[in-house]
């Protein structure tokens, strides 16, 4: 017959490993999630040069330009860029663009600049890339946490494919 303090010590001792085991399929998912939102992106990316133009992407390139411009001022003299007159001159253009995606756009575009990547469609379209791997990363996790890994896998791909 077991002690008392001894079923005590076991029980914490499966708990332990209990948690432990649990921290362990977390960080894996959280490293497929990573995955499956990197794939998105590094199809959609290379894949963005290989289709022409819809309707208003060129004013979305521009605001996406626009964004990156005033966040250059942002890093420079926030003050100014915060400022009316200044807002108004950088985000004037078109309402229809949401301003996240301008910003991340923009923010993407000047990185693309700023390591020496080429200017086209590819640096405007990262920004929505990005985005959509996020969703995608998304949906991995609501498909694992539903049904299991397994199956959050599959509603990613299936979405891709």
Partial sequence: MKRPEAEALS???EQASADDFARRRRRQDALIGLGVGLAVFVVL???????????????????CSQARAW????????????????????????PEHPALLRLV??????VSEAVGLPRGYAAVRAGT?????????????????????????????????
């Avoid at 756009?105 to 000047?110: E, Q, T, V, Y």
């Fill in 45 to 63: 990316v290379s894949t963005a040069n290989a289709y022409g133009l819809t309707v208003d992407e060129p004013v979305y390139m521009r605001d």
């Fill in 11 to 13: 029980d914490e001792a």
């Fill in 129 to 161: 890339a990005l985005l959509v791997s996020l969703g995608f990363v998304g949906l991995f996790h609501w498909g694992n946490g539903l049904c299991g890994r397994p199956w959050g896998l599959v509603a990613a791909g299936a979405l891709l494919g």
């Fill in 105 to 110: 756009g923009g923010a993407l575009l000047g």
């Fill in 71 to 94: 966040l250059g001022v942002l890093l420079t003299s926030p003050g100014t860029a915060l400022r009316k007159d200044t807002a108004e001159m950088f985000w004037h253009f078109t």
